[in-house]
Nanobody
């Protein structure tokens, strides 16, 4: 199986910065898309930023120009640099990684779509 471990959340004042990290481990053959999503209290989970294996990135309109997503393929890690934070950025941030894994029992490489446990980001006004 594939496990994701996130870190970097916390409490920050408006205008401040935080950097989130998410590292994948397990029987991973390849990693395709790595995403960051967030869920604010009382709201649905939304995609914040994503990055493909080719390095192409995509951002929600609300974070464009403020957040930067990047990845270190050798370390199977995705980062989210969050700058100029606003109170509306508050929420639980989840890492989502998609790729293929090694199934040693069936000698196959099925796809996986894994989620991290979430890390709290709180921005005070």
């Amino acid at each position: 199986q594939v496990q994701l471990v996130e870190s970097g959340g916390g409490l920050v004042q408006a205008g401040g910065s935080l950097r989130l990290s998410c590292t994948a481990s397990g029987n991973i053959v390849s990693i395709n898309t790595m995403n960051w999503c967030r869920q604010a209290p009382g709201k649905q989970r939304e995609l914040v930023a994503g990055i493909t294996s080719a390095g192409d990135t995509d951002y929600a309109d609300s974070v464009k120009g403020r957040f930067i997503v990047s990845r270190d393929n050798a370390k199977k890690t995705v980062f989210l640099q969050m700058n100029s934070l606003k109170p509306e950025d508050t929420g639980v941030y989840y890492c989502n990684v998609q790729g293929t894994r090694w199934d040693s029992r069936n000698l196959r490489t099925p796809p996986f779509d894994s989620w991290g446990q979430g890390t709290q980001v709180t921005v005070s006004s």
